[in-house]
């Protein structure tokens, strides 16, 4: 295994699917159809799709057989006491709750939990999680480091909790405000970063000294793990599942999104140890999901997860999956171009503040780099900034603390040299970034906007 540098994709390919190469100019005309939005954009008219690292993996041939052997009765489906004992396996909460993605867990949880006047602190809340959040009346607060908010400053856990921050929040809003404290393995809005055993134990203190309970926002837990394994003194012998167990005796419970690290292309769970919470979660699970033993899936997607637990732990697998973003990362770092450092697990950010410094935060910098990957090489990013977290339920908006783009890399579906490509091109939008301008919003909902909102050119 050490003898040779080269880490390979641990699978090899047994099933393919074409992608279309299509010109910039029908690209500008697809641009210009989408109101300048990428999530408007056909996915056949896309060539390395980078919008998310959600649902869009590659299934091996145990789940594809797990998905065949799927058991669809309504009521204690066989699929469920395996995907049941998949899950905790690694997460032993007493109660788990099945859902068809991650936000459906998050919306019941809160609603169950949230209110007017309730504060939830995370690290750095994930955007369905903040809505999920403030759709209840309740806040969001971000309570990472100060490391994590600076793109190019290198700290191992980047993802951590400041403990001491948190400490002040709960005296300032009074612990009887604060129903749950959350932290998010890895830390996706802060840059895929991970989050140290040491932090949140250091956060479980904190919580113990109100008595208030911890949750995780665990869809991207085994990067996290590995993360663990690689840079805390300690862990370098552990194996990636007790790594996983140890996590979980530090929190009361969970929400999951299964299209992460589940390996699965739909689904997600919530669970937690509090009966009374539990009973109440069961109820709106009825109401907005389904029965308990499937929630909002089908018997196929619990089978498909299951076997994908038991994949997403293998050290072969994380290995390869590390590395491979480590490489598009420090191909673009070795190339100029800024990124948020370290390299994060599921994907790359770009700080798009620092590469196009000369359009301001309110003309969305991260959009025009966004729209400029796909008009010259049909790359799919997402904006991660202003647009993303710049409008608050009041109305007003204001700039983001970072302004970056996000290239999260598909699970086991993309090979080396679609990532090579993928380089070329933004080098050379990065060499033309003066030449790239702002955009303004011409339409947008509510709350979520830069799934649906439509710009044009400034
Ligand atoms: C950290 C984090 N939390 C929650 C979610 C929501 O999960 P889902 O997309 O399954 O609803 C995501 C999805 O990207 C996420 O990255």
């Known amino acids: 295994m050490e003898r040779w540098r080269t880490i390979i994709e ?13 010109s910039p100019t029908e690209r500008e005309a697809k641009l210009r159809e989408a109101g300048w939005n990428v999530f408007n954009l056909h996915a056949a008219d896309v060539l390395i799709d980078l919008l998310t690292d959600s649902g869009t993996g590659a299934m091996s041939s145990e789940q594809w057989a797990g998905i065949q052997r799927g058991d669809e009765s309504y009521a204690g489906s066989p699929s469920w006491y395996r995907f049941l004992d998949a899950v905790t396996e690694l997460w032993p909460f007493r109660h788990v709750i099945p859902t068809h993605q991650g936000r459906a867990a998050e ?44 793109p190019s400053t290198i700290h191992p856990f980047k993802g951590n909790m400041d403990p001491e921050a948190l400490d002040a929040l709960i005296r300032e809003r009074g612990p009887e405000n604060v129903p749950v404290v959350f932290v998010t393995i890895t830390n996706n809005s802060g840059g895929g970063q991970p989050v140290s ?30 993360f663990i394994k690689q840079r805390e003194d300690g862990y370098a012998d552990t194996p990636i599942p007790e ?14 999104s ?42 196929r997607d619990l089978e498909a997860m299951a076997q994908g637990l038991r994949e997403v732990v293998e050290e072969d697998y994380l290995r390869y999956r ?13 190339a100029g171009v800024p990124c948020v450092q370290p390299i994060g697990g599921h994907a790359v950010y770009i700080d798009a503040a620092a590469l196009l410094p000369h359009v301001p935060p309110l003309e969305y910098p991260g959009q025009s780099l966004v729209v400029a990957l796909y008009r010259e090489g049909g790359i799919r990013g997402v904006e991660i900034g202003t647009v993303m977290f710049g409008r608050h339920p009041d109305g007003s908006e204001t700039p983001a603390p970072m302004e970056l783009v996000r ?52």
Request: with cysteine.
């Open 10 to 22: 641990p699978f090899r390919i047994k099933s393919v699917e074409p992608v279309r190469l299509t």
């Open 107 to 150: 919306k019941i949880l809160f609603s169950v939990i949230g209110g007017p006047g309730k504060v939830v602190p995370s690290n750095t809340h994930f955007d369905t999680t903040r809505a999920n959040v403030e759709f209840t009346g309740a806040e969001a607060v971000d309570c990472v480091i100060p490391e994590g908010r600076q």
């Open 322 to 334: 590390i590395r491979s973003t480590a490489y598009l990362g420090e191909a673009l770092l070795e």
């Open 197 to 226: 055993m040491a932090n949140l134990r250091a956060v479980r203190e904190v919580c113990d000294r109100y008595g208030l309970p911890l949750f995780l926002d665990a869809c991207r837990f085994a990067e996290n793990a590995w």
């Open 407 to 458: 290239l999260a890399i598909p699970r086991r579906v993309y090979t080396q040299s679609h990532v090579d490509y993928v380089i070329e091109v933004i080098r050379w939008v990065a060499e033309r970034a003066p030449e790239l301008r702002g955009y303004r919003i011409v339409e947008q909902p509510a709350a979520l906007r830069h799934f649906t909102a439509r710009f044009e050119p400034l």
């Open 243 to 256: 790594i996983v167990r140890e996590m979980a005796s530090l929190a009361d419970g969970m929400t999951m």
């Open 258 to 299: 299964g299209k992460k690290d589940a390996l699965a292309n739909i689904g997600g769970w919530l669970a937690l140890n509090d009966d009374r919470w539990a009973e109440q979660c069961r109820t709106m699970l009825i109401l907005t999901e389904g029965f308990p033993t499937y929630g909002g899936l089908a018997g």
